[in-house]
């Protein structure tokens, strides 16, 4: 059974740094594609960061410069570190694991809160 569990989320203020991670388990994480989405209420889902499985980084526009992914696949871990935060970067972020091998694997976690507000 794949699981992929977040932690780290929060309620900051504007400026603050939160760092979210998400474990992954029941998966081969070395061979995974990473990523982190956000949603916002009333928005869809977006991207955030990904990261595949030879360490290539994707940011969306806006959290370059600001937010940086990484991954520690000895600890099947995938890392957000999330700075100069907004009050535009509220939302529940998701931890996905993806690839393609014949067949799509594509799986999400169950999200973490992240609030910044004044």
């Known amino acids: 059974q794949v699981q992929l569990v977040e932690s780290g989320g929060g309620s900051v203020q504007p400026g603050e740094t939160l760092r979210l991670s998400c474990v992954a388990s029941g998966i081969f994480f070395s061979n995974y594609n990473m990523g982190w989405y956000r949603q916002a209420p009333g928005k869809e889902r977006e991207m955030v960061a990904t990261?595949?499985?030879?360490?290539?980084?994707i940011y969306a526009d806006s959290v370059k410069g600001r937010f940086t992914i990484s991954r520690d696949n000895t600890k099947n871990t995938v890392y957000l570190q999330m700075n100069s935060l907004k009050p535009e970067d509220t939302a529940v972020y998701y931890c996905n694991a993806n690839r393609y091998d014949g067949v799509r694997r594509n799986y999400w976690g169950q999200g973490t809160q992240v609030t910044v507000s004044s």
């Open positions: 990261i595949t499985s030879s360490n290539n980084k």
